[in-house]
C-alpha cells in the first residue's frame, strides 16, 4: 500500500507560479514506483499532467505543461514536488498525485493510490 498527502495549490494570478508537493508513506523503498499528477476541470475528464520515476528519475510532460511544469522528487522525505510556473486561467483545476507500479504512465487506470486532490485556480 502507499499512501499520498498533497499540499500546495490555491489562487494566483496568470503568469504566476504555485508549487505542489505530495508526500508519499507506505510501499515506496525499492521499488519500481513512480509518481504522478493529473488534473481535473469542472466537466472534463482526469488528466495527465507529469509523472517522474522513483528509482532513476526519469519524467515525462504533457504537451500543454511542458516548459512551464516541473516534477521532481526529494527521496530522504519521500516527496514528489510539481513546479507551476506561467500559469495560464486554463490550469485551473484539482490537481491529484497519483503512484503506479506500471511503466504506463499517461493514462489514470494504471494508477493504483491517488491523493485526495489539491485546487488550483488561475484567474485572469
Known amino acids: 500500500q502507499v499512501q499520498l498527502v498533497e499540499s500546495g495549490g490555491g489562487l494566483v494570478q496568470a503568469g504566476g507560479s504555485l508549487r505542489l508537493s505530495c508526500a508519499a508513506s507506505?510501499?515506496?523503498?525499492?521499488?519500481?514506483?513512480?509518481m504522478g499528477w493529473f488534473r481535473q476541470a469542472p466537466g472534463k475528464e482526469r488528466e495527465f499532467v507529469a509523472v517522474?520515476?522513483?528509482?532513476?528519475?526519469?519524467?515525462d510532460y504533457a504537451d500543454y505543461v511542458k516548459g512551464r511544469f516541473t516534477i521532481s522528487r526529494e527521496n530522504a522525505k519521500n516527496t514528489v514536488n510539481l513546479q507551476m510556473n506561467s500559469l495560464k486561467p486554463e490550469d485551473t483545476a484539482v490537481y491529484y498525485c497519483?503512484?503506479?507500479?506500471?511503466?504506463?504512465?499517461?493514462?489514470?487506470?494504471?494508477?493504483?493510490?491517488w491523493g485526495q486532490g489539491t485546487q488550483v485556480t488561475v484567474s485572469s
Open positions: 497519483a503512484a503506479t507500479f506500471s511503466r504506463t504512465w499517461r493514462t489514470r487506470w494504471t494508477y493504483e493510490y
Open positions: 507506505g510501499r515506496t523503498r525499492g521499488s519500481s514506483l513512480s
Open positions: 517522474i520515476s522513483w528509482d532513476l528519475g526519469d519524467t
